[in-house]
DNA sequence: ATAATAAAGGATAAATTTGTCCGAATATAA
DNA sequence: TTATATTCGGACAAATTTATCCTTTATTAT
């Protein structure tokens, strides 16, 4: 569905979120170590959202990755999809098509676009304040 | 969602459907420009849906690809994506991990439970038959 | 039988994605 | 001001996916 990037790219996300909600900045090194993903890829990754508005990065000793507080809530899992895998969920054709549409449509066209909206709706509808709450209560994992 | 080698799978299955619907067998060369595909990168998924008995192939002069009449209306999309991709889309977390399930879930479980519940329920319900006939009244098409 | 046709299969190459390394830039604290 | 901690950014490496090429095998038609 997503991109390995875009999958660590979220749990960094909701990490940092639940932290951000304490009042916590967090290294890299946590992040990974948190999510169990690679620390340099992770490093990218974090850039990416970084520049896209979604983290905060602060340089030098007790720097480190957070959400604003207020973010935490409007902060979905549509934008941090969008700025690491782009819009290709939104807009790919199912068979790869390049010019599938209404008018020009595959084959299963209408099938997937059921599809397409039901992931849609969820990406636009999910924060990352509610994402990372089953965390602090111990209901939700990000490792392994 | 799918490979690409899982997108030239379906769309060739496809092809071959509205043809053996004909009792038309066709080519490799047929199959890779009816749907746009690199010949021997499709010579290769062919033969990965011929060993799992999707379609059947037939050598030598005349032969080429086809598949039985009354398989037609039996084969899902699901058995193309399982004989290419594997089970990922069935049993694969959301955010990668491994250990996902309802006993230790990721934050995302639950939304995505719904997705892949609807991509199930949508791959297991679509048929070939259903599928090319839509490409025999010209309202849907493969390339491009 | 022989030649021609078409898929099968193995080896290899190109492209993309995933992942690493290291020096530069920046901020903090002593 | 200096040493240290941390992200940033570029170059590189490994792994995976996508794609090609060429020889072998099977089948058909002559």
């Known amino acids: 569905m997503f991109s390995k990037a875009c999958e660590y790219g979220i749990r ?3 990490y940092i979120a639940g932290q951000s909600h304490k009042d916590k900045r967090v290294s890299l090194k946590d992040i990974a170590k948190e ?3 690679p620390e340099a890829f992770t490093a990218k990754i974090l850039q990416q959202l970084s520049k896209n508005n979604i983290i905060d990065s602060v340089k ?5 990755f ?3 507080q207020k973010k935490l809530h409007k902060v979905k899992l549509s934008h941090i999809v ?3 895998d782009g819009d290709s969920i939104y807009k790919g054709c ?4 390049k010019e599938c549409s209404e008018k020009v449509p595959c084959p299963v066209h209408n099938q997937f676009k ?3 909206n039901s992931i849609i709706t969820m990406l636009e509808s ?6 990372s709450s089953g965390l602090k209560d111990g209901s939700t994992f990000l490792k392994m």
């Not at 199912?94 to 098509?97: D, Q």
């Open 94 to 97: 199912g068979l790869g098509l």
């Open 12 to 14: 960094a996300s909701i």
């Open 126 to 131: 999910t924060n990352l304040s509610d994402l």
């Open 114 to 116: 059921v599809i397409r």
């Open 82 to 84: 969008l700025a690491i």
């Open 35 to 37: 999510i169990g993903s």
């Open 60 to 64: 030098g000793p007790s720097g480190g």
């Open 66 to 68: 957070q959400i604003e």
